[in-house]
């Protein structure tokens, strides 16, 4: 049984996707710190949807159109 061939997301060298490589889906430890340097430096990023940010700390749409302090809750 043949293994599945993989090319590595940073330099596109084709690979076997098996145990025998940590790196992958890179092919070396390089490639790796290569696709981790990029992400620090922000080269990649997730977008964020506006729904989510806005609404992440318990807010309700009337005090973020409002752009109003947020009153404290009772507990």
Known sequence: ????KI?????????AWDS???F?????????????GA????EYS??????ASNFSSGETEEQ????QPIPPTMH
């Not at 049984?1 to 599945?4: A, E, V, Y």
């Not at 090319?7 to 690979?15: A, R």
């Not at 997730?46 to 729904?51: F, L, M, N, Q, Y």
């Open 1 to 4: 049984m043949s293994s599945t």
């Open 7 to 15: 090319k590595c997301p940073t330099c596109s060298k084709e690979q």
């Open 20 to 22: 025998s490589n940590p």
């Open 24 to 36: 992958r889906p890179f092919c070396s430890e390089r490639c790796k710190m290569i696709d981790l």
């Open 39 to 42: 992400w620090a430096s922000e």
């Open 46 to 51: 997730i977008p964020e949807s506006k729904a």
């Open 64 to 67: 973020i159109d409002k752009d």
